[in-house]
């Protein structure tokens, strides 16, 4: 962009207090605004062209003025230029478009994954210290956010226009988005995509903090159990540590450090094992069979919530030894092996919380 | 206004009589209309029958707007709001735009304009609009029984699984009435190959047969598509099949790729045709043949081939890969540049001419400002980093309304004054009809322009309510939505003044070069008295001009 930054900032600032332009608040903005202006202005240059030319043409060749028209096959000069000239506009603009794109979807690697979860009509923030909000979202300016998002039921869409950013959140597999705010203040937080009766009112506000505004929120908002140790809790009780407990003799495959490592499956293809690759496993075990495994697991389709899910795709992200697993099964298992227990079906009943 | 400055030539009006036979005295009773077979009669049906739904679907638009006029969500509930748009996109584009120039104007003057008695398929051709009326009663079922609140769209699992709403009639509508158009594009598709007369070569049809024929193949080609998706809808709903359920192993992404696929082509669908009238207007009333006659007709045909691959940027945020993504951005800029191509193909028609302002032409000029704002705005839309910010917001509601009522919709009425002469055999009135011309084209870029403004400020479509910050742009365009009503009712009533009062028209009130202006108004039912030969270009106005100087000796 040729234009200075110090005109660009005055330029930014009038529009905004004019309400008629959002407000530039993410890192993102400015560039988003710079492909904006450019696309604003060869649409103006064409539609000036187009009026330009009609008006023109309706003065210069009116009836009055030009009682005989003279007929013209055609021009392949001029024909030529007005495909050739649109169409280099349209590959910078598809070029420009394309960058930005990239830059919108591919979080950059040091940044901080919040959770989302849409339902009719809310939105659920999961932060991964524990700290839960509804249809809010408190985040600290000057860090890389990604969220990570799914939907509980229908479409929904996450858009914070004054970040520019906006990504459909779909039921059964999770998107992604990423943002850096610059400016603390609130802003709006809109679902896009229509989802029944109360779409309109599944709105929200996203609060930018200082980081240490952000710290002080964080602290005292917390519920005292982050969401990978809600996720150890889960991971014990839906009995995960039975199989997947890291021995020599274990029936599941070892999931300590398997997070972002590459898997090969029975069928011989390779993953990369992801937030979205996890999800998956879980709920359709048999397609995502570990190569050396049988296809033993149950799926868990139905009976776990989205929540829940996170908790325990987060714990699996952060497990890094099978120690605390082992501790858990090795107590589990003495436990069940004491003479005094009742029958099993009423103990697992019981155990629940 | 001195005589030079229209070409409007009419009889003799103190003599000048309606001829004694033509396709609307020539049976009576309204069984004669019912049965016909006449593509005439035909296309009249569906003028009333499109009307008719044109101006409920109007009346939800002016409800929506209505309750927008405040942030707060005052004026109905939610859910009914949600009714009102579903119902206005389902009738806008499924029972007004797909059949509006087609099956009005295209079914009266595709025959006559390739020099044949009629269709090739009088019957199936009848059909069609049975079964649109079908599918019409269906969509006013849906709303008597209650409503159906999917959006136009039916996402799924919305649709499927989440609304207890007459989601299965509304769908099945829309079934039926895609027959009704896989039918119209059947019978132009073969009455273009098979029945054009002695000397009709493809290169000597008139633009506007061109511009039909390549959306029959959108037609013909996407319809059954759409056909299938619904169906897959219903069957989702009523037995849980699980196509597009994620719990059962579905994807709700194909629902959208499907509906997709049908639905962008049917865009081109909609505009095709429009695109058809603007270039018989702008050369009849410059007195001037269409520039690069080539040109124009082959980027109609590129339009509809590259149509069918683009569906997917109606879903870059929908988490398609990025660079499948990048492909569709690719392509979806390429269809851009045909329509551009156009554009400038019409603008050039005028240079050199000889030219005349009457309602045609100024619907035709509002055409080419309307469609040039929502054709560039697309291009907006087709970049895909700018499609984040801009999509599911007010900036594409306004964007296709620039296209579909702003392109579609002028150049429709464009048509409708352009011929009604022909189609009636009388004129309307000339100023009145300047004046409801003006006041579309005022009232629309009033209503429409702030939305760009909203959509970049993020405002998203179908909101029931919003922030109070939107207001004063959301005035604008209630304010707008009143004078576009008066402007769209006042063709209305004018239209049907003229019925009985219109001045008598005669054959050719343009001078135009078309074979339909050789003919009496209103034609007769065999279009023509014996098989007309065709043995010069399309619009050429230097034959024409000879062609009525012999005329005029044989009268004397």
């Not at chain 1, 929200?204 to 150890?232: C, F, I, R």
């Not at chain 2, 309204?30 to 009333?48: C, E, F, P, V």
């Not at chain 2, 996407?222 to 009523?238: D, M, S």
């Given at each position: 962009?040729g ?8 330029l930014?600032?009038?529009?905004h ?10 890192t ?12 604003v202005a060869i ?12 008006l023109y ?16 096959e055609?021009s392949t ?31 950059p690697?040091?940044s901080?994954?919040i959770?989302?979860?849409g ?5 659920k923030?999961e ?16 860090q890389?956010?990604?969220?990570t ?7 929904h ?6 970040f520019?950013?906006?990504?459909e959140?779909?039921p ?16 709006h937080l ?17 609060t930018a ?10 602290d ?7 969401l ?31 997070y ?17 690759y996890?999800r ?19 799926t868990?389709?139905?009976q776990?919530?989205e929540d ?5 795709v ?8 099978n120690y605390?697993?082992?501790?858990t ?16 079906g ?8 | 206004m001195?005589?030079?400055a229209?070409?409007v ?14 396709y ?13 077979g ?7 049906l569906?003028?009333i029958s499109?009307?008719?739904f ?15 006029l ?22 806008m ?10 099956a009005?104007?295209?079914?009266f ?5 390739v ?10 051709n009848?059909?069609?609009w049975y079964l649109y ?29 989440y ?6 009639t509304?769908?099945?509508?829309i ?7 896989i039918f ?9 190959h098979?029945?054009?007369?002695p000397?009709m ?12 024929y390549?959306a029959s193949?959108l037609?013909?080609l996407?319809?059954?598509v759409l056909?299938i ?5 219903l ?14 192993g579905g ?26 009238v603007?270039s018989?207007?702008i ?6 043949r269409v ?8 980027s109609?045909?590129?339009?509809a081939?590259f ?14 890969s990025n ?5 569709f951005?690719?392509l ?6 045909p329509?551009?191509?156009?554009v ?7 240079q ?7 309602t045609?032409?100024?619907y ?8 040039t ?14 499609d ?21 919709l002028?150049?429709f009425?464009?048509g ?6 022909k ?6 009135p ?13 009232g629309f870029?009033?209503t429409?322009m ?7 400020l993020?405002?998203?479509?179908r ?9 004063v742009l959301n005035v604008?365009s209630?304010a ?8 769209y ?16 028209a ?11 202006w ?17 043995d ?9 001009e ?5 005329e005029?000796t044989?009268v004397?």
């Amino acid at each position: 962009m040729g234009i200075s930054s110090v005109l660009w900032q005055f330029l930014i600032k009038w529009l905004h207090n004019s309400a008629l332009f959002p407000a530039e608040a993410s890192t993102i903005a400015p560039y988003m605004d710079e492909l904006y202006f450019f696309l604003v202005a060869i649409s103006l240059v064409g539609l000036v062209l187009v009026t330009f030319l009609i008006l023109y043409f309706s003065v210069r060749y009116r009836r009055d003025k030009h009682p005989v028209a003279t007929q013209i096959e055609g021009s392949t000069i001029l024909e030529a230029t007005w495909t050739i000239i649109p169409l280099g506009l349209f590959l910078i603009v598809f070029v420009w478009g394309g960058l930005l794109y990239f830059r919108i979807y591919n979080p950059p690697p040091n940044s901080m994954n919040i959770y989302i979860v849409g339902k009719q009509w809310m939105w659920k923030a999961e932060h991964p210290g524990g700290q839960h909000e509804i249809d809010a979202l408190h985040i600290p300016v000057g860090q890389p956010i990604q969220l990570t998002m799914i939907s509980q039921d229908v479409f929904h869409s996450f858009s914070i226009p004054d970040f520019r950013v906006k990504r459909e959140v779909i039921p059964g597999r999770y998107s992604t988005v990423w943002f850096q705010a610059t400016e603390p203040g609130t802003y709006h937080l809109f679902c896009t995509q229509y989802c029944g009766t109360q779409h309109a009112g599944m709105i929200g506000e996203v609060t930018a903090m200082t980081p240490a505004d952000y710290k002080k929120w964080l602290d005292e908002s917390t519920s005292g159990m982050s969401l990978a140790q809600n996720g150890e809790r889960l991971f014990a009780s839906m009995g995960c540590n039975a199989c997947h407990n890291g021995t020599a003799a274990a029936r599941g495959p070892n999931l300590a450090g398997v997070y972002g490592s590459k898997l090969t499956l029975t069928d011989g293809s390779q993953v990369v094992v992801n937030d979205a690759y996890l999800r998956d496993a879980i709920l359709s075990p048999s397609q995502h069979v570990t190569a050396g495994f049988s296809p033993i697991m149950p799926t868990y389709q139905g009976q776990i919530s989205e929540d829940g899910l996170i908790d325990l795709v987060e714990y699996i992200k952060q497990l890094q030894s099978n120690y605390r697993i082992q501790q858990t099964f090795v107590t589990a298992d003495s436990n069940q092996a004491a003479p005094t227990t009742p029958a099993v079906g009423t103990n697992q009943e019981s155990v629940k919380p | 206004m001195s005589s030079a400055a229209t070409i409007v030539s009419l009889p003799d009006q103190a003599t000048a009589r309606l001829p004694k036979r033509s396709y609307l005295n020539n049976e009576q009773g309204l069984l004669s209309w019912l049965l016909t077979g006449d593509h005439k009669r035909i296309a009249i049906l569906y003028l009333i029958s499109i009307t008719f739904f044109f101006f409920i679907g109007g009346a939800f638009a002016g409800l929506i707007r209505l309750e927008l006029l405040t942030p707060q969500p005052d004026l109905v509930a939610a859910d009914t709001y949600n009714k009102f748009f579903t119902m206005h996109g389902i009738i806008m584009v499924f029972l007004f735009l797909v059949p509006s120039v087609p099956a009005t104007i295209g079914n009266f003057l595709i025959p006559i304009m390739v020099g044949a008695k009629d269709l090739a398929f009088p019957k199936i051709n009848l059909l069609s609009w049975y079964l649109y009326v079908v599918g019409g009663i269906l969509i006013l079922a849906a709303l008597v029984l209650g409503g159906v609140d999917t959006g136009w769209t039916f996402t799924t699992p919305l649709s499927t699984h989440y609304l207890n709403t007459h989601v299965i009639t509304a769908a099945m509508a829309i079934f039926v009435a895609g027959f009704s158009s896989i039918f119209t594009g059947l019978n132009f598709i073969v009455t273009i190959h098979r029945m054009r007369c002695p000397g009709m070569t493809w290169f000597r049809l008139p633009l506007f047969v061109w511009s039909n024929y390549a959306a029959s193949l959108l037609m013909v080609l996407g319809t059954p598509v759409l056909a299938i998706t619904l169906t897959l809808v219903l069957l989702e709903r009523v037995f849980s099949i699980g196509v597009f359920d994620p719990t059962k192993g579905g994807d709700p992404l194909l629902f959208q790729h499907l509906f997709w696929f049908y639905s962008h082509p049917a865009v081109y669908i909609m505009i095709l045709p429009g695109m058809g009238v603007i270039s018989e207007t702008i050369s009849t009333f410059s007195r001037k043949r269409v520039f690069g006659y080539t040109a124009v007709a082959f980027s109609s045909v590129a339009i509809a081939l590259f149509g069918f691959f683009v569906w997917a940027h109606h879903m870059f945020i929908m988490g398609i890969s990025n660079y499948s993504a990048l492909v569709f951005s690719l392509l979806t800029m390429l269809v851009a540049v045909p329509s551009a191509i156009k554009v400038f193909n019409w603008a050039f028609t005028m240079q050199k001419g000889s030219i005349t302002f009457e309602t045609p032409m100024l619907y035709s000029f509002g055409f080419l400002g309307l469609f040039t704002i929502g054709g560039l705005t697309g291009v907006f839309l087709a970049s895909l980093g700018m499609d984040i910010h801009l999509t599911e917001t007010y900036f594409i509601v306004a964007h296709f309304h620039f296209v579909m009522v702003g392109g579609m919709l002028m150049a429709f009425l464009a048509g409708i004054h352009f011929w009604w002469p022909k189609m009636t055999g009388r004129m309307y009135p000339e100023s009145l009809s300047k004046l409801a011309a003006v006041t579309t084209f005022i009232g629309f870029i009033l209503t429409f322009m702030p939305q760009f403004i909203l959509g970049y400020l993020g405002m998203p479509r179908r909101y029931h309510a919003y922030p109070p910050e939107y207001q004063v742009l959301n005035v604008l365009s209630t304010a707008g939505a009143t004078v576009l009503g008066v402007g769209y009712m006042l063709p209305l009533l004018y239209l049907g003044w003229s019925l009985k009062y219109g001045a008598i028209a005669g054959n050719n009130p343009w001078q135009a070069t078309g074979l339909e202006w050789q003919i009496q108004s209103p034609p007769l039912t065999e279009n023509f008295i014996e098989t007309p030969i065709m043995d010069h270009e399309a619009y050429d106005y230097e034959w024409l001009e000879h062609k009525t100087k012999n005329e005029v000796t044989t009268v004397g």
